[in-house]
């Protein structure tokens, strides 16, 4: 690399590490909307400016129907930063909210998706430096015509839009004491079994190793594959697919100079003393990955999405429609996600 195009890079980086970052409404009938409010509440000096995605008039209410003093001022995203400090900047959807809180409507559906879109063409021009994204419902999406299992899949179609570059999005959930990551993702345990294959945990394990290595500062990434099967097989009496493709795969995994170790039985990969020597699991399907850290970490895991041209992350929670607008809804886990992305923005500019 040439020392003009590493001084773009340092220009382009800081210029970026400017911009705000953007916060998707998610579901708006969900408790998205209403933890915004809170961690605008709970910002502190130094923490990175946000602005919400959102219907300003629909947070208006919402802030005075649980009795929260949080102002709201509708900005473009170039003026987000210096209203951040006295309201919470709103960036508008072109769609008003129909339902309310805990009545989701089908007519949001359609925001819901707006808010993603947006914020994904604010970070890719430089007015955002990073997405956050609330929780959506799937099934309320999926009446409304949306074609994607989940965020994860539909932000890997965007980036390939809208970069040009093919895209294999990685789904890892994060938090201080363990990072997980699903090679298989929202499709059921019958189709885990089609979907799992050498090269896609290969491939799942290769973004991960790297992006932990350039965007979270991991020098040398550790990773623990999981077996499928109980015992991780034991040896092919309680299934194949360790002796049959895991094995290689991580063979594959090491051969290219990464240090992965496994197919390791996954009732053992997570006590104390065994998340000590990994970096991030590698595992093979959801519930495998999820449980674990949501048992753990249940309120500070992020969800964070690997293998993308730009940051994402989201709490690691849903839409919660039973105390959505109730006043109880815990802020905590979108405030470690707005942290996580302020920390992976701030990454140091390229070395010469």
């Known amino acids: 690399m040439d020392e003009s195009t590493v001084t773009e890079l340092r220009v382009a980086a800081g210029q970026h590490r400017q911009a705000p970052l953007a916060v998707t409404q998610g579901d708006p009938s969900g408790i998205g909307p209403e933890i915004a409010l809170m961690a605008w509440m709970h910002r502190r000096p130094g923490d990175q400016p946000f602005f919400a995605l959102a219907d300003p008039h629909h947070l208006t209410r919402l802030a005075a129907q649980l009795g929260l003093a949080v102002p709201i001022e509708t900005v473009e995203p ?123 945990i290969v491939d799942t394990a290769r973004i991960t190793a790297r992006d932990l290595r350039d965007k979270f500062g991991v020098a040398s990434p550790r990773l623990a594959v ?30 290219e100079g990464i240090d992965a170790r496994g197919p390791l039985p996954a009732d053992t990969m997570f006590h104390a003393e065994a998340r000590a020597r990994y970096d991030a699991a590698i595992c093979m399907y959801h519930d495998q990955a999820l449980i674990p850290i949501k048992t753990l970490a249940f309120d500070s895991a992020v969800n964070t999405t690997l293998g993308l041209p730009f940051i994402r992350t989201s709490p690691d929670h849903g839409t919660a429609y039973d105390i959505a607008g109730k006043g109880v809804a815990n802020p905590a886990s979108l405030i470690a996600a707005l942290s996580l992305a302020t920390r992976l923005v701030n990454q140091k500019a390229p070395a010469a």
């Open 226 to 255: 999981a077996g499928l099967n109980p015992h991780a097989g034991e040896n092919g009496a309680m299934g194949s697919e360790e002796r049959d493709f895991i094995s290689a795969a991580v063979a594959d995994l090491r051969a």
């Open 78 to 200: 170039s003026q987000a930063r210096e209203a951040f400090g006295r309201a919470l900047p709103v960036v508008p959807l072109a769609r008003r909210i129909a339902g309310a809180p805990g009545q989701p409507s089908q007519a949001d559906a359609l925001g819901t998706i707006e808010a993603i879109e947006r914020g994904v063409e604010l970070v890719r021009s430089g007015q955002a430096s990073a997405l956050v994204t609330n929780p959506i419902s799937k099934d309320a999406l999926y009446k409304a015509g949306f074609k994607h299992p989940g965020h994860t899949e539909f932000l890997g179609e965007l980036a390939q839009e809208l970069w040009g570059v093919p895209t294999l999005p990685v789904m890892m959930l994060w938090s201080p004491q363990l990072a997980v990551v699903p090679v298989t993702i929202h499709v059921s345990i019958a189709r885990v079994l089609t979907d799992l294959t050498r090269q896609l």
